[in-house]
């Protein structure tokens, strides 16, 4: 058996099947995947986290070294319309996941993986945002994922070894258009190929925000699956290119990878004042402790998201 078993929660998601390639190129055959999903799908094992039964189930038979938590709902909008399932979710499900750890598991080390916008009203300041400044969420995702973060840090006090990561904004190939450079690109895929007319619609394009490319967000969980015995329980680190980069340059860099001649015309039903105009991460602490850095660049990330965008529309 390997020496590393590693158990993924919401492994089907956008994220998981690129933490499980980081962390199959790092240790290679040494190491044991257990991919679970809420659904089973593409050879996951199915494992609803809000099941605290099945969750200890899971573990105890598994008995991991390792728990990568990706489980949970990725789309803010989504969360506002059932604030409930994401209270249960991102809470309970995660309150599940550690306390399954506990009983049956308790040398296994927990990678939480939250989110950066848990800082939200703190961002106002326009200043880099560190493991030190104040949570205070804006909205039901947020406030859902600050909590989990939150009651690990106490559980660490208990004896929970985890790792709390908090990633900032990340894209990539195989993105939900709910998200920005994926809605864009998939709109200029569909221009290309005839099937809408040459004109993007847009809201807020002066907005800025820390873009990195999921497969380095991916690198940075796999390094703390490997530098986990190295890192003391309850450590929060933030994923983070620590540049701000404005919404209109993500869109200028998508139409300069395009042939076709495409208008960018303002919609006033979408322009909204932004209470966050810059949200920049400062990810130093998983820069010295992991001797993590981002490598991606985000002009090469964003010809990945169309090049991707483009294959899916031929294909399907």
Known sequence: MAQTRVLITGAAGFVGPYVAHALRCMFGSDIDLLLTAKVEVGGTEALDVTDQKSVNDIVARYQ?????????????????????????????????????????????????????????????????????????????????????????????????????????????????????????????????????????????????????????VAAAYALAVAKSAMVVPGTILNVASGEGRPISEVLNILLSRSSATIRVEQDSSRVRPSDLPRIVGDAGKARNLLSWEPKQQLEQTLTDVLVYCRTRLATH
């Open 64 to 216: 991991p070294t390792h728990v990568v938590h990706l489980a949970g709902i990725a789309v803010p909008s989504v969360v506002a319309s059932s604030p409930e399932v994401a209270w249960r979710v991102h809470l309970d499900g995660t309150l599940n996941v550690a306390g399954a750890i506990l009983a049956n598991a308790p040398d296994c080390c927990l990678i939480n993986v939250g989110t950066g916008l848990i800082y939200g009203a703190s961002a106002k300041t326009g200043l880099p945002l560190n493991e030190h400044t104040l949570l205070a969420p804006l909205d039901d995702y947020g406030a859902t994922k600050a909590a989990a973060d939150l009651a690990l840090g106490a559980l660490a006090q208990r004896g929970l070894k985890c790792i709390r990561m908090r990633p900032f904004n990340h894209i990539g190939p195989g993105q939900s258009q709910d998200f920005v450079a994926p809605a864009f690109a998939t709109q200029i895929a569909r221009i290309e190929a005839g099937l809408a007319e040459p004109v993007i619609r847009v809201g807020n394009l002066a907005v800025e925000r820390d873009f990195l490319d999921v497969r380095d």
